[in-house]
């Protein structure tokens, strides 16, 4: 099956710094690749995916590219807001798992004002 | 916009006592998955169910049943409660389980086995 390593956390930060999570993964075939988010007390929430090699997912000031060379798909935000404190998972889904996310530890992100 | 819904939100049960989480989605999805979180885990697959009628175990399906009662309701039993099954348990949904697919999450059950 697939499998995921996660950058450790926890992650603090001071609002308008620069993030970068890694994430490595090993899967079957040709994985789509996932982040999820979870804020406090809720479940998680797609936060961006890309389906190919070379492509960049995006959203709400986040960003990750899909590099098939590496086997990584790492997320960066330019300038973090005390809002982005939540846990991330990175999460690749291929035919290896029968089509069932795989998600990674989780990394905690803490940003203070 | 419900979206899935899980319930109890909370639970402190005994060793031994048996109880079933209860999830519902009103999104006309198809395929709906039991995912529990432990601390320095990540999310681990229980059972997953991709269509009406069907079912399928997971990474971690050992001391738990399901059923998919219809399209829109999926429940997760622990007919014997043990200390570790305490976790924090999430039921999910998709449209139909293929590979570009996201995933919506509820809120989530925490529960306690003492």
């Known amino acids: 099956g697939d499998s995921v390593t996660q950058m450790e956390g926890p992650v603090t930060l001071s609002e308008e710094a620069f993030l970068t999570i890694n994430c490595t993964y090993t899967a079957t075939g040709y994985p789509s690749l996932f982040w999820y988010v979870q804020y406090p007390g809720e479940g998680l929430q797609l936060l961006l995916k890309?389906?190919?090699?070379?492509d960049k997912g995006s959203n709400k000031g986040f960003e990750a590219t899909y590099r098939k060379e590496t086997t990584s798909f790492h997320l960066e935000k330019g300038s973090v807001q005390v809002s982005d404190s939540a846990v991330y998972f990175c999460a690749p889904l291929s035919g290896g798992s029968n089509y069932k996310l795989t998600f990674g530890k989780g990394t905690l992100l803490t940003v203070n004002p | 916009n419900a979206g899935v819904t899980q319930t109890p939100k909370f639970q402190v049960l005994k060793t031994g006592q048996s109880m079933t989480l209860q999830c519902a989605q009103d999104?006309?999805?198809?395929?709906m998955y039991w995912y529990r979180q432990d601390p320095g885990m990540g999310l681990r697959l229980i059972y997953y169910s991709a269509s009406e009628g069907t079912t399928d175990k997971g990474e971690v399906p050992n001391g738990y049943n399901v059923s998919r009662l219809n399209k829109r309701e999926f429940s997760l039993r622990l007919e014997s409660a043990a200390p570790s099954q305490t976790s924090v348990y999430f039921c999910?949904?998709?449209?139909?389980?293929?590979?570009?697919?996201?995933?919506?999450f509820g809120s989530g059950t925490q529960l306690s086995v003492l």
């Open positions: 999910a949904s998709s449209e139909s389980g293929h590979r570009d697919e996201k995933l919506f």
């Open positions: 890309a389906t190919k090699a070379d």
């Open positions: 999104m006309n999805h198809n395929s």
